[in-house]
């Protein structure tokens, strides 16, 4: 038998937005909602939390509130919401009504910065966020998987799977060893650049439960 599972970045475009955010973002994501719900299948939105975090101080009414009920929306349609780290937003500024991107992208950038702007804290409040938006709609929600933004999890990859695994995340899909297109999720030691962190043996965790969810 073979589980696929559908996963799609949910996100803006890095760099900014020179649209709306609803052609940007929302309206590409009801299409696939659309298309996902005439086809029955579930499939799996890795969303960029920080960009969501970050929104909730800067501009509720013009991009999370939205954000945050299409999240719910594909919840409440039998979707999966997991965790996706575009760590910039952390630095990232705003003003007229737009942001501007920094330029620090990847987690290791931040293994040095004091909490919660560290990897560990990076991490948990991605999952405290999601669980505060999800868990509203679906009370058995986890977060259990997490896919680093850009694939880029080295050089820093231990530590963080050190602070996934604290959070309860079991799936990875961000290392890559195999082919930048097509993306597989891994439990954390089936990565041969990540074989020697190795938290869970494989025989421990099913990657695909039979309703298609993680
Ligand atoms: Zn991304």
Known sequence: MIYLNLAFDHELSLGG??????????????????????????????????CGIRFREWDSSGFSDSYEAQL????????????????HWIDSTFGGGRFVPADRYA?????????????????????????????PVDA??????????GLVIEPSQEEIFVALRRQGIRFDSS???????????????????CKSINPWSRSEIKVCSCDGRM
């Open 175 to 193: 290392s890559r060893s195999w082919s930048p297109i097509l993306m597989s999720f891994k439990i954390f030691e089936s990565c041969g650049c």
């Open 72 to 87: 719910q929306d594909a919840a409440r349609r039998g979707h999966d919401v997991q965790l996706h780290l575009h760590p």
């Open 107 to 135: 987690l290791h950038d931040f293994r040095a910065e004091a909490p919660p702007n560290d990897i560990d804290g990076i991490v948990s409040r991605g999952v405290e966020f999601l669980d505060d938006v999800i868990r």
């Open 140 to 149: 058995s929600y986890r977060c259990r998987a997490f896919r680093a933004g």
């Open 17 to 50: 937005v020179t649209s709306s955010y609803e052609q940007n973002l929302f309206d590409p994501t009801r299409q696939i909602l659309d298309l996902a719900g005439d086809l029955s299948v579930p499939v799996t939105f890795f969303t960029d939390v920080l």
